[in-house]
Protein backbone atom coordinates (compact mmCIF):
# COMPACT_ATOMS: atom_id res chain seq x y z
CA UNK A 1 0.00 0.00 0.00
CA UNK A 2 1.29 3.29 -0.89
CA UNK A 3 1.57 5.66 2.02
CA UNK A 4 1.04 9.16 2.06
CA UNK A 5 2.94 11.06 -0.56
CA UNK A 6 4.54 13.87 -0.44
CA UNK A 7 6.18 16.44 -3.03
CA UNK A 8 8.69 17.87 -3.24
CA UNK A 9 11.00 16.10 -0.72
CA UNK A 10 13.27 18.90 -0.83
CA UNK A 11 12.90 23.09 -1.69
CA UNK A 12 15.43 25.31 -1.49
CA UNK A 13 14.18 29.08 -2.32
CA UNK A 14 14.96 32.42 -2.02
CA UNK A 15 12.86 34.79 0.30
CA UNK A 16 9.83 36.40 -1.67
CA UNK A 17 8.70 33.20 -3.15
CA UNK A 18 6.25 31.54 -3.57
CA UNK A 19 6.37 27.96 -2.63
CA UNK A 20 3.83 25.38 -2.84
CA UNK A 21 4.13 21.72 -0.86
CA UNK A 22 1.71 18.69 -2.22
CA UNK A 23 0.22 16.29 -0.30
CA UNK A 24 -1.17 12.68 -1.39
CA UNK A 25 -3.05 10.92 1.35
CA UNK A 26 -3.71 7.15 1.74
CA UNK A 27 -7.05 6.44 -0.11
CA UNK A 28 -9.80 5.98 1.75
CA UNK A 29 -8.43 8.66 4.77
CA UNK A 30 -10.86 11.53 5.43
CA UNK A 31 -8.44 13.74 8.07
CA UNK A 32 -5.93 15.45 6.63
CA UNK A 33 -3.46 16.89 8.66
CA UNK A 34 -0.29 19.66 8.20
CA UNK A 35 2.32 19.95 10.27
CA UNK A 36 5.76 21.86 10.91
CA UNK A 37 8.98 21.07 12.73
CA UNK A 38 12.18 22.79 14.10
CA UNK A 39 14.22 22.15 16.49
CA UNK A 40 13.26 25.47 18.45
CA UNK A 41 9.37 24.75 18.16
CA UNK A 42 9.20 21.35 17.91
CA UNK A 43 6.05 19.77 15.84
CA UNK A 44 3.53 21.66 15.31
CA UNK A 45 -0.04 21.65 13.57
CA UNK A 46 -0.92 24.19 10.83
CA UNK A 47 -3.91 23.16 9.90
CA UNK A 48 -6.44 20.14 9.28
CA UNK A 49 -9.43 18.62 7.37
CA UNK A 50 -12.30 16.24 7.52
CA UNK A 51 -13.63 15.69 4.23
CA UNK A 52 -11.77 18.27 2.30
CA UNK A 53 -13.64 20.62 4.50
CA UNK A 54 -10.64 22.90 7.22
CA UNK A 55 -11.75 22.16 10.35
CA UNK A 56 -9.32 24.18 12.13
CA UNK A 57 -6.59 26.29 11.07
CA UNK A 58 -5.46 28.38 14.21
CA UNK A 59 -2.01 26.67 13.54
CA UNK A 60 -1.41 28.60 10.33
CA UNK A 61 1.05 31.42 11.38
CA UNK A 62 -0.03 34.47 9.48
CA UNK A 63 -1.49 34.89 6.35
CA UNK A 64 1.18 33.81 4.18
CA UNK A 65 0.28 30.81 4.46
CA UNK A 66 -2.78 29.24 2.80
CA UNK A 67 -3.64 25.46 2.74
CA UNK A 68 -6.41 24.01 0.49
CA UNK A 69 -7.76 20.82 -0.54
CA UNK A 70 -9.82 20.29 -3.74
CA UNK A 71 -10.53 16.85 -3.89
CA UNK A 72 -10.03 14.17 -1.26
CA UNK A 73 -6.51 13.22 -2.89
CA UNK A 74 -5.01 16.08 -3.05
CA UNK A 75 -4.14 19.06 -0.61
CA UNK A 76 -1.67 21.86 -0.97
CA UNK A 77 0.17 24.05 1.64
CA UNK A 78 1.36 27.53 -0.10
CA UNK A 79 3.97 29.89 1.67
CA UNK A 80 3.66 33.73 -0.15
CA UNK A 81 5.41 35.41 0.02
CA UNK A 82 8.05 32.91 2.00
CA UNK A 83 10.44 34.00 4.83
CA UNK A 84 13.78 32.79 5.84
CA UNK A 85 11.63 31.82 9.55
CA UNK A 86 9.57 29.45 7.52
CA UNK A 87 12.67 27.02 6.69
CA UNK A 88 11.51 23.73 8.34
CA UNK A 89 10.14 20.18 7.79
CA UNK A 90 6.85 19.75 6.69
CA UNK A 91 4.65 17.22 7.46
CA UNK A 92 1.51 15.46 6.01
CA UNK A 93 -0.68 13.16 7.69
CA UNK A 94 -3.83 11.12 7.11
CA UNK A 95 -6.26 9.27 8.96
CA UNK A 96 -9.54 7.31 8.52
CA UNK A 97 -12.26 8.94 11.16
CA UNK A 98 -9.74 10.47 13.13
CA UNK A 99 -8.09 7.25 13.94
CA UNK A 100 -3.96 6.77 13.79
CA UNK A 101 -2.29 9.64 11.99
CA UNK A 102 0.00 8.42 9.32
CA UNK A 103 2.88 10.47 8.27
CA UNK A 104 4.34 11.20 5.09
CA UNK A 105 8.20 11.53 4.64
CA UNK A 106 8.06 15.05 4.91
CA UNK A 107 9.43 18.19 2.59
CA UNK A 108 12.40 19.89 4.09
CA UNK A 109 12.43 23.78 3.15
CA UNK A 110 15.19 26.65 2.85
CA UNK A 111 14.51 29.48 2.21
CA UNK A 112 17.45 31.51 1.54
CA UNK B 1 -7.74 21.41 27.36
CA UNK B 2 -5.57 17.86 26.52
CA UNK B 3 -2.10 18.08 27.53
CA UNK B 4 0.60 15.37 27.02
CA UNK B 5 3.91 15.45 29.58
CA UNK B 6 6.81 13.06 28.50
CA UNK B 7 10.27 12.84 30.25
CA UNK B 8 12.59 15.37 29.52
CA UNK B 9 15.89 13.67 26.96
CA UNK B 10 18.10 13.34 25.59
CA UNK B 11 18.28 9.65 26.92
CA UNK B 12 21.61 7.59 26.21
CA UNK B 13 21.98 4.22 26.78
CA UNK B 14 24.28 1.06 26.12
CA UNK B 15 22.72 -1.58 23.91
CA UNK B 16 20.93 -4.20 26.05
CA UNK B 17 19.59 -1.70 28.32
CA UNK B 18 16.22 -1.40 29.88
CA UNK B 19 14.24 1.46 28.21
CA UNK B 20 11.68 3.80 30.11
CA UNK B 21 10.13 6.86 28.67
CA UNK B 22 7.31 8.58 30.74
CA UNK B 23 4.68 9.72 29.76
CA UNK B 24 1.56 11.57 31.27
CA UNK B 25 -1.43 13.07 30.08
CA UNK B 26 -4.34 15.62 30.78
CA UNK B 27 -7.92 14.76 29.18
CA UNK B 28 -11.29 14.16 29.27
CA UNK B 29 -12.78 11.34 28.43
CA UNK B 30 -11.34 8.16 27.25
CA UNK B 31 -9.07 9.31 24.70
CA UNK B 32 -6.67 6.98 22.31
CA UNK B 33 -2.78 6.88 23.35
CA UNK B 34 -0.09 6.60 20.88
CA UNK B 35 3.66 6.41 20.66
CA UNK B 36 5.45 7.38 17.49
CA UNK B 37 8.88 6.88 16.31
CA UNK B 38 11.15 8.96 14.26
CA UNK B 39 14.34 8.07 12.56
CA UNK B 40 16.56 10.50 11.35
CA UNK B 41 15.92 12.35 8.53
CA UNK B 42 12.06 10.54 8.31
CA UNK B 43 8.61 11.38 8.95
CA UNK B 44 6.76 10.06 12.41
CA UNK B 45 5.82 6.22 12.51
CA UNK B 46 2.95 4.88 14.72
CA UNK B 47 5.19 2.28 17.09
CA UNK B 48 2.17 1.41 18.95
CA UNK B 49 -1.43 2.68 20.49
CA UNK B 50 -4.00 1.74 22.85
CA UNK B 51 -7.61 2.27 22.70
CA UNK B 52 -8.86 1.90 26.37
CA UNK B 53 -7.95 1.45 29.90
CA UNK B 54 -5.58 -1.14 31.23
CA UNK B 55 -4.99 -1.69 27.02
CA UNK B 56 -1.53 -2.80 26.20
CA UNK B 57 -0.04 -1.75 22.92
CA UNK B 58 3.35 -3.78 21.69
CA UNK B 59 5.07 -3.73 18.72
CA UNK B 60 8.73 -4.26 17.76
CA UNK B 61 9.75 -5.12 21.52
CA UNK B 62 8.59 -1.97 23.29
CA UNK B 63 5.06 -2.12 25.19
CA UNK B 64 3.17 0.61 26.80
CA UNK B 65 0.32 -0.04 29.24
CA UNK B 66 -2.82 2.71 29.30
CA UNK B 67 -3.35 3.63 32.77
CA UNK B 68 -6.40 5.72 33.70
CA UNK B 69 -5.80 5.57 37.46
CA UNK B 70 -1.99 7.49 36.91
CA UNK B 71 -3.24 9.12 33.70
CA UNK B 72 -0.12 7.34 32.11
CA UNK B 73 1.46 5.40 28.93
CA UNK B 74 5.05 5.00 29.92
CA UNK B 75 7.40 3.25 26.49
CA UNK B 76 9.60 0.09 27.81
CA UNK B 77 11.91 -2.12 26.49
CA UNK B 78 14.06 -4.80 27.77
CA UNK B 79 16.43 -4.82 26.16
CA UNK B 80 17.33 -2.04 23.51
CA UNK B 81 19.59 -1.57 20.41
CA UNK B 82 21.49 0.67 18.28
CA UNK B 83 18.95 0.70 15.86
CA UNK B 84 16.17 2.39 18.29
CA UNK B 85 18.32 5.44 17.99
CA UNK B 86 15.50 7.72 16.78
CA UNK B 87 13.04 10.51 18.28
CA UNK B 88 9.74 9.06 20.58
CA UNK B 89 6.57 11.10 20.52
CA UNK B 90 4.42 10.25 23.39
CA UNK B 91 0.48 11.34 21.54
CA UNK B 92 -3.34 11.68 23.05
CA UNK B 93 -6.06 11.21 20.47
CA UNK B 94 -9.29 13.44 21.16
CA UNK B 95 -11.76 11.21 19.81
CA UNK B 96 -14.55 12.96 22.34
CA UNK B 97 -16.31 14.67 19.94
CA UNK B 98 -16.39 18.19 19.06
CA UNK B 99 -14.17 20.86 17.15
CA UNK B 100 -11.12 18.75 18.29
CA UNK B 101 -12.77 15.58 16.79
CA UNK B 102 -9.63 13.84 15.30
CA UNK B 103 -6.80 15.84 16.55
CA UNK B 104 -3.68 14.52 18.05
CA UNK B 105 -1.79 16.43 21.16
CA UNK B 106 1.74 15.75 20.88
CA UNK B 107 4.38 14.93 23.97
CA UNK B 108 7.47 17.57 23.17
CA UNK B 109 9.38 14.06 22.27
CA UNK B 110 12.46 12.34 23.41
CA UNK B 111 15.71 11.49 21.56
CA UNK B 112 16.88 7.89 22.56
CA UNK B 113 20.74 7.34 21.47
CA UNK B 114 21.69 4.27 22.00
CA UNK B 115 25.75 3.40 22.20
CA UNK B 116 27.19 -0.19 21.16
Known amino acids: DAGVIQSPRHEVTEMGQEVTLRCKPI?????LFWYRQTMMRGLELLIY????????DSGMPEDRFSAKMPNASFSTLKIQPSEPRDSAVYFC??????????FGPGTRLTVL | GNSVTQMEGPVTLSEEAFLTINCTYT??????LFWYVQYPGEGLQLLLK?????DKGSNKGFEATYRKETTSFHLEKGSVQVSDSAVYFC???????????????FGQGTILTVHP
Open chain 2, 27 to 32: ATGYPS
Open chain 1, 93 to 102: ASSFRGDTQY
Open chain 1, 27 to 31: SGHDY
Open chain 2, 91 to 105: ALGNNAGGTSYGKLT
Open chain 1, 49 to 56: FNNNVPID
Open chain 2, 50 to 54: ATKAD
